[in-house]
């Protein structure tokens, strides 16, 4: 079983980046911590985080959905990278997909252009309307990225 950490850490906040460095914090040595606190601005990686709140019994049917159905669309898009899709172990009706673009642009045309395709796809599954955040990437070990340089 694959367990995946994401933590959301304000990166002005460097106490917040030295508490998840301390060693009985975090017991891996601080040079493989994947964060970094160089703050320089320039093209990053962009990620559309989208909720999901499926109906009952529903979550297992809307991540193969996204799986089998969406994600050959999002492969064709200019500027994807990748797709993750979580199902909460806790919550069983919540499910999170995060989308990986090379751009905001790129993001922000697929939203345009092929979000309204995905969501009519997707609404027979769903208790509530999705919520969608952006954000930039600031490091990614999977896609080896470090602050302010995409992969």
Partial sequence: MLLVHIWAIDAQSDEAYLAL???EAYPVAPATV???????RSARM???IVELTSESGKAKELANTINEKVLPILKKQRG???ETVLISDTEPTRVLGLSFWNSKEDAERYH????P???EMLKHLLETEPNIRTFDVHTSTTHRIVAGKAA
Wanted: proline fraction near 4%; charge should be positive.
């Fill in 80 to 82: 994807f990278v990748d």
């Fill in 117 to 119: 395709k995905i969501h």
């Fill in 34 to 40: 994947p964060f970094t606190l160089n703050h320089e």
């Fill in 46 to 48: 962009f990620t559309r």
């Fill in 21 to 23: 460095t301390k060693r």
């Fill in 112 to 115: 345009q252009e092929q979000y």
